[in-house]
Every structure is written in C-alpha cells, then in structure tokens.
C-alpha cells in the first residue's frame, strides 16, 4: 500500500523546519500533525531528488511534486504488518472502564492481518513502543526552545460618555525555561489581535523561541482535532515569517500549555489585581499601566530559585534564542475568490482583475493594510494595491483580453440583446451602466444580475422598475434589485395612470407665479 502524499505546502514546512530552523524529526512530526517515518520518508526524497532548501523560486508545485514522486512499480506487501501501536494505545487509555487487555487487541489484530505476529512478539512491540512514547512525552523545557501563549479575562474599559463598561482580554507569553514573562490587553481574541500581540509580544524580548505553543483558539488553529489541527493560514504564514514551529496544545490538556496557564493567573494577581480599583477610559492608558507593572513582576526575585524571571531569562532563554528577522511580520489574511467572467475577483467589496485566462479558477487571495495579491497553486498571478472604494474596480491592462476583444461568447451587444428581450427601457439601462464604465467588462457582472432578476420577477416589472432607475439615475444592479423589492416599480405604474389634470382655480398659483 503507498504512503498518503502530504500536500506540497507541508512539504515545504517539513524541509523549513528542518534546514532553517534546526529541528528533530519529532519536533517535525509535532508541528507537521505527521509521523515521524513520513518526515523521514518526505527528507529522504528530497536528498534522492536533489532538493535543497530554500527552494528555488521558479520551481512550481508540479515539478516538486513529479521530482519527489517519479513514477513507482509495484512493491510486494509486507509479510507481518506492524500493528498501528497509536490506536492500541488510545483505546486502552481510552476504555479503561470495560478493562480492555491487550489480548483483545492483539486478537483483533489477528483477524485483520492472519500472517502477523504472534502474542508474545505483540506485546514486546507494544512495550518498546510505549516506553519511547513515555520518554518523548516529558515536559523538558530546555533554554530557548518554546514560548507558550494565551488569554485571561482582562479589566473593563469605561466609555468616557456613556459610561458603560467594555470587556478586555489578557494576552500572556511565558518562556518554557525561565518564565519570563509578556502580557498586554486587547479588545478581543480575534486574528488582528492575535498576530499583532505575537509580534509585539517578539519585540518585547528582542528574540525569537524555536517552538510556539498556543491554545485551540479560533485565530490559531482553524480547525481544533487532537491529532491533526489545522492552522489558520495568517498564523502560519506569520510563523514562517518568524522561522517559527507552532505545536498547538491538545484540546482539553492543560498540561500542555501549563507553564501559561500558570503565568496567566501569576499575571492577574500582580498585575490586574494591582489595578482594581483604577479606572481606564483607553486600551493604552491600561497597557502602559501593564507595562509598568510587568517590569516589576520580570524582575521580582523568585522565592526558591533567589533569582528574578529577567535574571532567568538572560541565563537560559536568550543565550539559546533565535535573533529577530530584519523587519516585523506584516499582518495579512487570506481568503478564496472565483474569477468571474469579467476576469475581476471580488475582495472586501472591491474588484480586481486577474489574467482573462484564469476565467472561473478558484484562487487564494492575500490581503494586508497595502496590497491584494492572488495566488493559483502556489504562484503568484496578480498583484494590486489595495483599493478601499466599494464596488469599484482596480483594472491592469496586461489583464485584459486583447484590444478589449470580448471574452468568449460575452459581449456587449449580446448583453444588451439579451435585455431587449425583456423590454427596451431594460436595454437602454443596461446599455447605460456599460457605457458609464471605463472598460465594458466591469460593467458584466451588474447586467448579468440585471438580467438573472427575470428568475423572480416579470418582464413588465421589469420594465416599469428600469423606468423608474433611469428617471433617477440609479445605474446599478442593487438599485433596481431595490426598486423592485419595495415595490417602487408598482408606485411608478400607478403615478402614470392616475396623474390628474391640473383645473383651473384661483386659489391655484401655477407655474408661471414662480417666475
């Protein structure tokens, strides 16, 4: 039976952290959420295929993958499959209540696979196994290595007019070895708080630790799994920003993340509870209340050890530390947009055009404060600066199909036939909101919804509501959607038949007293 692929993109994590930042295969192997025989195999393909790290720039996903998996015969099976060590020890952890024996399991074994090993040979497997599980799974936190982070409850923030109190949350990152500490406040748990308490959290210690280990959060991991958590892309693109390894902590262990959990609660009692009764109108008036106040609790001598935390940290955690990258981590998410027929995308309500050969393609967009840039298994096919006008378009012209020829059978004569079948009032709108756009392809995606609303409405309401958008100038497909969804088209209908005749009365000016 062949290994599972991973995908190209863990692929290349597995060879980061193994060349750049220095890592065992089972520190890999934890970061990667794979086994570490596949972190072999994965390293063991790239020295076969001559592939280096960092990987050349113009090496697309397709010719990693076909270097690292070249065509295969046929390999014989294995006589004796080793049982899958991992499951028989969660189900006897697992089920300990209905005294499962490894006799069972081995019995299980044994229907699965008649040629395996025999029960004797079976349990010294499981024995080894075990023993090395129970070695790997100590907490050592050697110098330098890890840097655990999370959140407390915070103090209220007072809104200095009407009074009412807002919530805030108490970012905490303690290093493994020395328990220096970091803490700031922030109104929420969410992605742009997240990284930007990370990066601040960096510049803080003036280094980087090798491993981060964060909670299940939302804005950490996307998808919480105790053996296979998926980290939300801005997380890990910041991680490979830093060189960084994530091992998130497993859902409902504590004791993965005990060294934080620990320092949260050491930070509320000589932090927040130092501030109790102060009153903060603004985020940073409390944080450099914090900061005044974490600087005494970094260099506080600790009891035992007669040492401060900063003393600590300076002996054991600096000395091993990674040094800060040239520039902080620029803050960036990312999302999937389809390229419609006008060959833009539709980002933060906005438009951007893409090459007219990528019609219909599903592609990875990166967003930050400056700029918009789209990405097609890997590669970089599009790049603008960020446009903050709603529903307006960003078009480059080396995007454009040439001379602004129409794309397949989409053209404007064709949409503006396709409205006259509906009436003439909906072509001459159609034909306007085409003409008020610079290239007639941003103007597709307003008529095509234009012309869809016969799915839900008739052709004279239709027709009565383009009237009426044309009296008022509303060029667009949401000001007719709008029209007709609050029956505006019926009061333009009625005004017509029933407009009276002006009578002649002398209490009645007329138009020309106003001249």
């Not at 930042?21 to 890999?28: D, E, H, M, N, W």
């Not at 090459?355 to 096919?381: Q, W």
């Not at 064709?414 to 306007?432: C, F, H, S, Y």
Request: glycine fraction near 4%.
């Amino acid at each position: 039976m062949a290994r599972p692929r991973l995908s190209m993109r863990k692929f290349n994590e597995v060879l980061r952290l193994k060349h750049h930042c220095g890592l065992s295969k089972r520190q890999i192997a934890q970061s990667c959420q794979i086994s570490r025989s596949t972190v072999a195999d994965y390293l063991w393909r790239a020295e076969q295929a001559g592939v280096s790290w960092p990987l050349p720039q113009d090496l697309t996903d397709q010719e990693l993958e076909q270097k690292l998996f070249p065509p295969q015969t046929a390999l014989p099976l294995q006589t004796k499959p080793l049982p899958d060590f991992e499951y028989i020890y969660r189900e006897l952890k697992a089920h300990k209540k209905f005294n499962l024996t490894l006799d069972l399991l081995w019995r299980e074994y044994k229907e699965q696979y008649p040629e395996g090993y025999q029960y004797s040979r079976f349990c010294d497997l499981y024995r080894d196994f075990k023993k090395n599980l129970d070695y790997c799974m100590r907490q050592d936190h050697r110098g330098g290595e890890k840097l655990f982070v999370d959140y407390g409850e915070g103090l209220n923030l007072i809104d200095p007019k009407s009074g009412e109190p807002t919530t805030t949350q108490l970012f905490v990152a303690v290093w493994g070895a020395s328990n220096y500490t970091y803490a700031e406040a922030t109104l929420t748990q969410k992605l742009p708080d997240w990284i930007g308490s990370h990066t601040r959290a960096f510049s803080y210690f003036g280094c980087l630790p090798q491993i981060v280990v964060p909670d299940c959060l939302k804005s950490a991991v996307s998808q919480a799994c105790r053996y296979e958590p998926e980290l939300n892309p801005t997380y890990a693109e910041m991680a490979e920003h830093y060189g960084l390894c994530v091992i998130p902590a497993r859902p409902v262990r504590p004791k993965d993340k005990a060294k934080v959990e620990t320092g949260v609660l050491i930070a509320k009692r000589w932090i927040l509870a130092v501030l109790r009764h102060r009153t903060f109108y603004s985020l940073a008036d409390l944080n450099t209340a914090i900061a005044e106040l974490l600087e005494r609790l970094n260099s506080r001598a600790l009891r035992k050890l007669k040492k401060s935390r900063g003393e600590l940290f300076n002996l054991f955690d600096r000395p091993q530390a990674r040094s800060l990258p040239e520039r902080s981590y620029e803050y960036a998410e990312w999302k999937v947009a389809t390229v419609n027929i006008d060959y833009h995308i539709e980002v933060e309500r906005h438009y951007y055009s893409v090459s007219y050969k990528l019609l219909r393609e599903k592609l990875h967009v990166r967003l930050t404060a400056h700029t918009v840039e789209a990405f097609l298994k890997g590669e970089r096919v599009a790049a603008h600066v960020r446009n903050f006008t709603p529903y307006s378009h960003t078009t480059r012209t080396e995007h454009m199909p040439p001379s602004h020829q129409h794309y397949l059978e989409w053209t404007p004569s064709r949409i503006i036939d396709w409205a006259n079948k509906i009436g003439p009032k909906t072509a001459e709108l159609v034909q306007k909101i085409i003409s008020s756009r610079t290239h007639p392809e941003q103007a597709y995606r307003s008529c095509l919804g234009i012309l869809r609303l016969e799915k839900h409405y008739s052709k004279e309401r239709l027709e009565t509501a383009a009237v009426r958008a044309l009296r008022f100038g509303a060029l667009s497909f949401k000001s007719l959607r709008n029209i007709l969804s609050a029956g505006l088209d019926r009061l333009e209908k009625n005004d017509k038949r029933s407009e009276p005749a002006l009578v002649d009365h002398e209490n009645i000016r007329g138009p020309r007293y106003y001249h």
